[in-house]
């Protein structure tokens, strides 16, 4: 009977609910989103790093030495190779290099990433091969190719054939053998600077035909898992200027860069917060404004109630009832509301939509929070009256 | 509970509001006993308080000063709730202008007063449906106010003033805003309302309704006189 009452007093005066419910809309909305975008920012940051782990940094030259100077340092393969024995934190190290090439395909081509890479490399990047094998120590300066799988898939779609293993391609002015080709790596690669799918892996040393120096592009390697990464970074940095003073490096670390991303995605989160606060403080003016109005339209009805043996709780819970009522009907449609902008958030990011377990929870009881609070005053307003002049008011 | 024992018992009653600068001194010492079972009439000259001293019996309105028994029960000395209670269960108002409520219907506004109590849906709407019957409305009980004539309404009226069963319904100016024939019917309605125990003291102006309660008073100056002053 009470919420029957409610819901009929609410749709006699529809207009006016909807205008007054359109910030506690808003308000429960940015809340929504807020959680849901923040959920779908976090599983996109955690995605990025489910392929390689978190517990990986990547060591690169900040920027080149004078190459005039004969007795600059820079990061090359010896310096990889000594890493590893003295650092014991460091469980795998794989240096790598790059450069780029054409892909011969019948009468095309299609523009590639060379990667060289050791052995090691595999395991850090935890690419899986669809066929045949990684490189090896043992090829040498052979051009013996891993193909990734896009490379592979625009060849077979320019040559009308699939690329297998074994066959030979022309790249650049050198034939390559194909020794490997990869399956499909997941999106992101955290701190990796490498896009397998779009990459040939080739033997580091075979790479020099394409890259003549012996500066590498950087160096991977897999954390213990109990390092602090930021110790770490600071140990490597004072390893490497003992070794080879000058060289200046800098080392990324995967779990750096999540913290740097959680607490990016924390301030859009407190800021939307904010927002939706704003949004549910003004929504809940309007809900004061306009069960104030209620109450005195209807001072008549409550003299007659009051007339007719109801207690002065009784007419506070029936307006209080009606604010909370007006404020969640507002909570559902910002709950919809919001899900949908988190909903085309994650389309239009490219993520997958995952939706903040609590938020709808948390935008309704929010809502009804926001009726109680700003319903309470016009309430007690109603249930104060006094019942002769109520009576008396038209 | 000795039958001598009055329903309702006022005891120098004195009212005044503040109006301005002045006090308006409207009641000055009602002396006024109701019994069970009577039909009374009150009149009065516009101002004269009527009104007032209807509200003070229906616990709508403090005196200033006074005492005010019901059952015995010293009335001024209940807190709020509890007189709210006391109009629910044992006092009926009708009012000149109906007073319904217009989104419910007739069934609906007649079950009001048990929305108060604790009384199922099923319920209320039974004893609701019963009463309307016994006001001769058992077939308009899904109408609004606004689909029913005058008349109607005021049954209606009357209805939810005895729907919680109580002990005295006080009516003011029942008949004021309806035709006379209409207003004749309510007026039967009340006789035959009175005839089965139901106790009524009605506020009207006009003489001819106030001669036909088998108790005539008058209210002048303040204060309430006999039968001997309604005027002939």
């Known amino acids: 009977m009470l919420l029957g009452e409610a819901s009929r007093n609410i749709v006699a005066t529809k207009q006016r609910s909807l205008l007054a419910l359109l910030g506690i809309v808003i308000g429960t909305a940015s809340v929504i989103a807020m959680l849901n975008v923040g959920s779908i920012m976090h599983n996109a940051v955690l995605e990025q790093f489910r392929a390689m782990g978190t517990n990986v940094i990547n060591i690169r030259q900040r920027y080149a030495t004078d190459e005039d100077d004969p007795a600059r340092n820079q990061l090359d393969l010896g310096l990889a190779r000594a890493l590893g024995p003295a650092l014991p934190q460091l469980i795998q190290v794989a240096p790598f290099d790059s450069a780029s090439a054409q892909l011969r395909a019948g009468a095309e081509t299609q523009n590639v990433r060379l990667t060289g890479a050791t052995e090691a490399l595999q395991g850090l990047l935890r690419v899986r091969l669809a066929a045949g094998r990684w490189v090896s120590e043992l090829d040498g300066v052979e051009l013996q190719g891993v193909v990734g799988s896009e490379v592979a898939s625009n060849?077979?779609?320019?040559?009308?054939?699939?690329?297998?293993?074994?066959?030979?391609?022309?790249?650049?002015?050198?034939?390559?053998?194909?020794?490997?080709?990869?399956?499909?790596?997941?999106?992101?690669?955290?701190?990796?600077?490498?896009?397998?799918?779009?990459?040939?892996?080739?033997?580091?040393?075979?790479?020099?035909?394409?890259?003549?120096?012996?500066?590498?592009?950087?160096?991977?390697?897999?954390?213990?898992?109990?390092?602090?990464?930021?110790?770490?970074?600071?140990?490597?940095?004072?390893?490497?200027?003992?070794?080879?003073?000058?060289?200046?490096?800098?080392?990324?670390?995967?779990?750096?860069?999540?913290?740097?991303?959680?607490?990016?995605?924390?301030?859009?989160?407190?800021?939307?917060?904010?927002?939706?606060?704003?949004?549910?403080?003004?929504?809940?003016?309007?809900?004061?404004?306009?069960?104030?109005?209620?109450?005195?339209?209807?001072?008549?009805?409550?003299?007659?109630?009051?007339?007719?043996?109801?207690?002065?709780?009784?007419?506070?819970?029936?307006?209080?009832?009606?604010?909370?009522?007006?404020?969640?009907?507002?909570?559902?449609?910002?709950?919809?509301?919001?899900?949908?902008?988190?909903?085309?958030?994650?389309?239009?990011?490219?993520?997958?939509?995952?939706?903040?377990?609590?938020?709808?929870?948390?935008?309704?009881?929010?809502?009804?929070?926001?009726?109680?609070?700003?319903?309470?005053?016009?309430?007690?307003?109603?249930?104060?009256?006094?019942?002769?002049?109520?009576?008396?008011?038209? | 509970m000795s039958a001598a024992q009055p329903l309702v018992s006022l005891q120098d009653v004195h009212r005044s509001y503040r109006v301005g600068p002045t006090d308006v001194h409207v009641l000055r010492g009602v002396q006024l006993e109701i019994h069970r079972g009577e039909l009374a009439s009150l009149m009065g000259a516009s101002g004269s308080g009527k009104s007032t001293l209807?509200?003070?019996?229906?616990?709508?309105?403090?005196?200033?000063?006074?005492?005010?028994?019901?059952?015995?029960?010293?009335?001024?000395?209940?807190?709020?709730?509890?007189l709210a209670h006391y109009r629910n269960q044992q006092i009926g108002f009708v009012f000149q202008t109906f007073h319904l409520l217009p989104r419910l219907t007739a069934l609906d506004n007649v079950g009001l007063p048990l929305l108060y109590q604790d009384v199922s849906k099923r319920e209320m709407r039974r004893r609701a449906r019963e009463i309307l019957g016994r006001v001769g409305m058992g077939d308009r009980v899904d109408h609004r106010p606004n689909e029913l004539s005058g008349g109607q309404r005021q049954r209606v009226a009357i209805a939810r003033a005895l729907v919680g069963n109580p002990s005295v319904v006080l009516a003011d100016e029942p008949t004021g805003a309806l035709d006379s024939s209409v207003g004749r019917e309510i007026m039967d309605l009340f006789h035959e309302l009175n005839g089965e125990g139901v106790t009524v003291v009605i506020i009207t102006h006009d003489p001819a309704i106030a001669r036909e309660c088998p108790r005539q008073l008058v209210i002048r100056d303040g204060v309430v006189a006999g039968p001997e002053q309604v005027p002939a």
């Open chain 1, 155 to 394: 060849y077979a779609a320019q040559t009308n054939q699939p690329l297998e293993v074994g066959d030979r391609v022309g790249l650049d002015g050198y034939t390559m053998t194909v020794a490997g080709i990869l399956e499909p790596y997941p999106r992101g690669g955290g701190v990796s600077p490498i896009s397998p799918n779009r990459t040939i892996f080739l033997p580091i040393k075979a790479l020099q035909r394409f890259d003549a120096d012996n500066q590498l592009e950087g160096i991977l390697a897999r954390v213990h898992p109990q390092a602090d990464h930021q110790e770490l970074a600071r140990t490597i940095e004072t390893w490497v200027e003992e070794r080879a003073p000058g060289l200046p490096v800098e080392v990324n670390s995967a779990e750096q860069l999540l913290a740097n991303m959680e607490q990016q995605s924390r301030m859009f989160t407190i800021m939307l917060g904010a927002i939706g606060s704003i949004a549910l403080i003004v929504g809940g003016v309007g809900i004061m404004n306009i069960m104030l109005v209620s109450v005195t339209e209807r001072r008549k009805e409550i003299g007659i109630r009051l007339a007719i043996g109801a207690r002065n709780a009784d007419i506070r819970r029936q307006f209080l009832v009606e604010a909370v009522m007006l404020c969640l009907l507002g909570g559902v449609i910002g709950a919809a509301l919001g899900t949908g902008v988190a909903i085309a958030f994650a389309h239009f990011t490219g993520n997958p939509f995952v939706a903040a377990p609590m938020a709808v929870l948390l935008g309704v009881s929010v809502s009804t929070l926001t009726g109680i609070a700003f319903g309470y005053y016009p309430a007690l307003q109603a249930s104060r009256l006094d019942p002769i002049i109520a009576l008396r008011s038209e």
């Open chain 2, 54 to 82: 209807m509200n003070i019996i229906g616990m709508l309105e403090r005196p200033s000063s006074g005492d005010f028994f019901f059952e015995g029960r010293d009335v001024l000395q209940l807190a709020p709730d509890a």
